[in-house]
Structure formats: structure tokens, C-alpha cells
């Protein structure tokens, strides 16, 4: 049988600077997504890569002496290894200087002039260069960029515009459409109503060319202007799947995008920009755009060029790429700003990795070698013997489906809260049932039922760690004495309680979560 597809994407992000948890968290938030739906069934396409035209990167490139190619080559890997340190699990990586994004933009274009979508005008306002974003005289506030408070530049060029105008009817049906279908495109709600209340107020047509500058794909019908950098930017999304190339299978298998993740700060383009040029060029719109919050330290947005911004790597060299991945997804509610702290990730680390997660683990490992020989007990002879037993089971019937709600909402919170019931309860049940009394007692048949219930409650809770938390989640599979956690693909049936076999050889292995201590 042939599997569903899903196709998700990240914004491609800017080359002028390296990455940082701003951008590491739209990667983690999707990848977490990626993970779950291939354990779900389904056959996955994951999208992420560089934004690396435009004129903010040629600056960059400027600023430190090399040409733009050279600067946007050097840069690169230091993205494709965060991302191989957060075990980012795309499938395809796209930089926007590929031939593969050249042709497809290319191809783009000539589709927009031979439908008449674009025409040539004369551009006259202002430039903000670090959102890459034309601003009229009236958007400004004391003079600068509206979006980000920095300057802008006064620019008067000869360009091609997109007949973005004619589309405000067309999209605003198109938003309501949608969520009269139930299948809302833009969330979550609170940012489409701020979406509908622009294009209510009337959209202007926008220039998509620029001529001042070179380091961009030029345009195929006037090799003189380069495609302004956020329409070269957005095709990504289809030139990945090969759109305009001989090969566009990927494309039709692909394509609508299923979820697109955004930061709030890029949802017009997303949402309003972004379906209108594909509709001009007869392409369905993806089916959904969803765009994230902020994350602030001392109540600022973090950025690399505000200063406050720390390093993936710093955090993951002490909390390690779970801690890292978990906290982020765990304290913000994905969709609405959040602060973060170093004293909160600590807090959430010791408290729900080491103490629940990571204790829960050893001590019933420990316990299965000390009182079970090492190997996991057959099942007992009655499911539920005990009202403990029925809670604790029950509880773990309840998450597959909690999950996956909260999934289909992107509330990773609370998906992750779901699964903390069922790890908190095993622990809960594990002191109750003190399997090192039974022992004491003799009572054998007891003791396995409990270690064999508790065991089965942490093989269930580890396949919802695992797409927030994949190799952790892996290592506790291993250490059961079960196969590969990443194989899993039909996570609904595997969440099945009793399917832990008997004997399997378990491991305690070292502690998942040490303890981290304040001064470390
Ligand atoms: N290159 C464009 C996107 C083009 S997509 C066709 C861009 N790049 S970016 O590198 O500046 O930012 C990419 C994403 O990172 C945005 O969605 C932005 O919201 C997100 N973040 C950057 N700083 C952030 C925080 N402090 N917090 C959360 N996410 C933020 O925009």
C-alpha cells in the first residue's frame, strides 16, 4: 500500500549570520513534526535550507571581504552541522544559489509574463535591507523600518512589479474557503485575523526585480534586473521538489505543502505574497502556514544582531540534544512569544528529564536485573489486577490519541504534557506498588506483574518522547531489548499495551539525564 505524503518546510534562513535558537527553534519544532508523522504512516518529505541572495547577503559578504558566492559557501556548513548536532532529520536541503532553484525561478517568471502577471514600473521608496522588505513612505514610524526599528533606504529603481492588487478578493475568498472547510490556512487564529485585516485594507502591486545591485537570479526576459530576494526565496518551497525542471515528479507527488512553519515576522509574505504568486501561476496553495512566536530573553526578541543570542552549541554541550530539543518545545507554547531562561531550562532538565524521565528508566532497569535476571517478565495473567494497574494502563490507552490531537495543532506542550502523564503515573505506580517489598515477600508473581506494567508504560511513553527526543527515546528502546524506535511506523498499533515480548535482555546503561547542578 502506498503511504500518505506530507510534505513540511521551514523557512530557508538568511546566510549573513550563523545559526542561533531563534532559527534552531522553527528546525526543532518541524523536525519534531517530521519524526511523528513518519511513525504515523506517513512517507514524509522534509524541507529546510539558505536563503542566500538578496542584498543583506551580499553586505555581509562585503563587510567581510569575500565575494557572495565564497561567503555564502563558507557559511553553509556551519548551518548543515547544527543541524546535524540537533539530528535534524530533513530530507532534502536547498541553498537558493542551486542551479536546480536558479532554473525553477526562472521558469517561474516566464509563467508569470506569459500570463501577464508582471509589468514594468518605476520603484520609488524606501529599502529596509535586514527584513529585505520595501516599506512606503506611510509604513514608516520616526523614520524607520516598521517591522524591525532599524534604518531604511530611500530607493528609486526601474523594476518589474507583480500585479499583487488583483488578488485581494481572491485571497480573502480563498482564507475563508478554507476555513469554512475546517481546514484553516493560516494558524493559528489570533495571526489570521491580523492576515485578513491587511489584505482587507487593500494590497498593493509589488515589486519583485531590482536593479542596483547584481547578487540574485536574473530574470529570464531582462537579464538586466535580479528577482528581488523574497520572491526568489519563497519559490524555494517548489524548485526543491524540481518544479520548472524535466523532473517534476517530486513536485506532483509533494506539492501542496502540508504545513509551512514561519516566524510571526514573515507571515505576510507567507500568507499573502506567497499564494497570490502561485496563484497568478496556476499552483495550488499549500495547505497550511503556521507561524510560531518569538523567543525572548529579558522580554527582547533574540537576535544575532541585538547580541543576545547564545549559541545551539553552548546548550547543547550541557543540557545534551534532547534537553536542548525538549525545552524548547516543552516551555513555549508553540504559536505565542516566549521567554526563556537559563534557570527554567535547568529547572524543566532536572525536574521532567532527570527526575522523572530519566529516573523512571534506571530504577526499573535496575530493578528488572536485580529481581528479573536482566530479562523482561511474560505478561500477567490478568491485565488489570489491581486499580493501579487499570489507571496506569488506562492512561496509556489515552495518549496515543491525546498526542496526536495535540499534534495536529502543533501544540507540542501539550502532546509532551500528555506523555508526561503517563511517565508521572508510572512513577507514581512504581512507589506504590514498591516491587522491592514484593521482593522482600517473596512474592514473585506480583513483582513481575508490576515490573512487567511499568516496563510496558515506559516502552509506550518512550515512542511519544521520540520525535521530540530521538535519541534518548532510541537508547530506551535499546536498553529493552527492542528494535529500532526510528523503523516504528505505525506508532498507533505499537502503542498497543501488552506487545513488550518476554525475555527480551534489558540494559541499565548510563543515566540518560544526569543531573545538572547549578555551578556546572
Ligand atoms: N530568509 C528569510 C526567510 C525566507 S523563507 C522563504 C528569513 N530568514 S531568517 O534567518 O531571518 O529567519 C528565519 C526564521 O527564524 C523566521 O521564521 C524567524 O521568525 C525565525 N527567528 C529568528 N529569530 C527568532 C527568535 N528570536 N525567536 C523565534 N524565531 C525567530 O526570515
Redesign the pocket.
Given at each position: 500500500m502506498t503511504k500518505p505524503t506530507f510534505y513540511l518546510t521551514t523557512?530557508?534562513?538568511?546566510v549573513n549570520a550563523e545559526p542561533?535558537?531563534?532559527?534552531a527553534?522553527?528546525t526543532i519544532a518541524a523536525d519534531a513534526l517530521a519524526r511523528y508523522r513518519r511513525m504515523t504512516g506517513y512517507d514524509v518529505m522534509f524541507l529546510t535550507g539558505l536563503?542566500e541572495h538578496g542584498q543583506k547577503i551580499a553586505q555581509a559578504a562585503e563587510a567581510a571581504g569575500m565575494d557572495p558566492q565564497s561567503w555564502v559557501d563558507a557559511i553553509a556548513p556551519t548551518f548543515t552541522k547544527t543541524w546535524e548536532m540537533l539530528e535534524i532529520s530533513n530530507d532534502d536541503f536547498i541553498r537558493t544559489t542551486q542551479e536546480r532553484h536558479t532554473l525553477g525561478v526562472q521558469a517561474f517568471w516566464q509563467e508569470l509574463y506569459d500570463r501577464g502577471a508582471v509589468y514594468q514600473g518605476r520603484y520609488e521608496g524606501w529599502y529596509c535591507v535586514p527584513d529585505e522588505t520595501f516599506w512606503s513612505q506611510e509604513d514608516l514610524v520616526d523614520g524607520m523600518c516598521p517591522q524591525c526599528g532599524r534604518e531604511v533606504q530611500f530607493v528609486s529603481e526601474d523594476n518589474w512589479f507583480f500585479r499583487l492588487s488583483d488578488y485581494q478578493e481572491r485571497l480573502l475568498d480563498f482564507y475563508e474557503a478554507r476555513e469554512a472547510a475546517g481546514a484553516p490556512f493560516i494558524q493559528p487564529e489570533t495571526r489570521r485575523n491580523e492576515v485578513v485585516s491587511f489584505v482587507r485594507s487593500g494590497l498593493k502591486d509589488l515589486s519583485i526585480s531590482r536593479t542596483t545591485f547584481s547578487w540574485g537570479i536574473p530574470l529570464p526576459f531582462a537579464p538586466d534586473h535580479v528577482t528581488y530576494v523574497?520572491i526568489d526565496?519563497?519559490l524555494?518551497?517548489i524548485t526543491a521538489l524540481g518544479y520548472g525542471s524535466d523532473d517534476h515528479s517530486a513536485f506532483d507527488r509533494y506539492w501542496p505543502a502540508d504545513v509551512q512553519f514561519?516566524?510571526?515576522?514573515?507571515i505576510r509574505?507567507?500568507c499573502v505574497i506567497w499564494p497570490a504568486m502561485l496563484m497568478a501561476a496556476g499552483i495550488e496553495p499549500p495547505k497550511s502556514v503556521f507561524a510560531?512566536?518569538?523567543?525572548?530573553t529579558k522580554g527582547e526578541?533574540?537576535?544575532k544582531s541585538k547580541g543576545n543570542a547564545q549559541t545551539p552549541a553552548s546548550l547543547v554541550k550541557k543540557f545534551g540534544v534532547d534537553g536542548y530539543r525538549y525545552y524548547f518545545l516543552r516551555d513555549v507554547t508553540f504559536g505565542q512569544d516566549g521567554s526563556i531562561s537559563m534557570e527554567s531550562m535547568v529547572q524543566r532538565y532536572n525536574g521532567d528529564l532527570a527526575n522523572d524521565w530519566g529516573n523512571l528508566c534506571s530504577r526499573l532497569f535496575n530493578m528488572t536485573e536485580k529481581y528479573l535476571g536482566g530479562l523482561t517478565p511474560p505478561p500477567p495473567a490478568r491485565e488489570c489486577e489491581t486499580g493501579a494497574d487499570c489507571t496506569l494502563r488506562s492512561i496509556a490507552g489515552f495518549l496515543p490519541e491525546k498526542y496526536e490531537a495535540a499534534m495536529r495543532r502543533l501544540d507540542y506542550a501539550s502532546a509532551l504534557e500528555a506523555t508526561w502523564d503517563l511517565i508521572k503515573e508510572a512513577n507514581r505506580y512504581i512507589e506504590a506498588e514498591a516491587p522491592w517489598n514484593l521482593a522482600k515477600q517473596g512474592d514473585d508473581t506480583r513483582l513481575s506483574a508490576v515490573l512487567y506494567n511499568a516496563l510496558e508504560a515506559v516502552r509506550i511513553a518512550a515512542l511519544f518522547t521520540a520525535p521530540v527526543m530521538p535519541g534518548t527515546s532510541s537508547a530506551v528502546w535499546q536498553r529493552l531489548g527492542l528494535g529500532d524506535i526510528e523503523e516504528v511506523d505505525d506508532v498507533f498499533t505499537e502503542a498497543q499495551w501488552g506487545r513488550l515480548p518476554a525475555g527480551l535482555g534489558v540494559r541499565k546503561g548510563e543515566p540518560l539525564f544526569p543531573r545538572i547542578y547549578e555551578e556546572d
Open positions: 523557512p530557508i534562513y538568511y542561533h535558537l531563534g532559527t527553534y522553527t536563503d523574497w526565496a519563497l524555494n518551497y514561519v516566524g510571526k515576522d514573515i509574505f507567507h510560531h512566536g518569538f523567543l525572548l526578541k533574540m537576535s
